[in-house]
């Protein structure tokens, strides 16, 4: 009985996990704005808004910051590859960190990188992997 109540608290106990999604479409929104004020620093902390009414996919996620004055401004979305996984994890509460990792320029494009931290028991990444 005792392994078995060890295997449950096992498969039960959430353990974390982190994943770095490049941030698409930031040169639409105001991402060179804040990168030309100086303003982006490595682990400053993001906001993931989703957007349902979105008339492009239903999943989007927006990515938000916000500047030392307290204004939040829009970086840009979550690859449509990886939207409906967040999306997921927004709804079970299961994110529990978002930050700007990397910020780099490449011939003339902002390139933004967030590294997303959730924590899962071994069931939701079942569920997460095999169902959504």
Known sequence: MHKINAFF??????????????????????ADRIDATGQFSLN???QLRPEPDNEYDAN?????VSDNLSQAHLLGYIPRADAKRMNWLIDHQSLSDCRLETCYRQYQRLYL????????????RIQINWFV
């Open 44 to 46: 400053m902390p993001l």
């Open 9 to 30: 608290s096992w498969f039960s106990r959430p353990r974390q996990q982190n994943q770095v999604l490049l941030i698409k479409g930031s040169y639409y929104y105001d």
């Open 60 to 64: 989007a996620i927006q990515v938000w």
């Open 113 to 124: 990188y967030m590294n997303v931290s959730s924590h899962l028991t071994l069931w939701q």
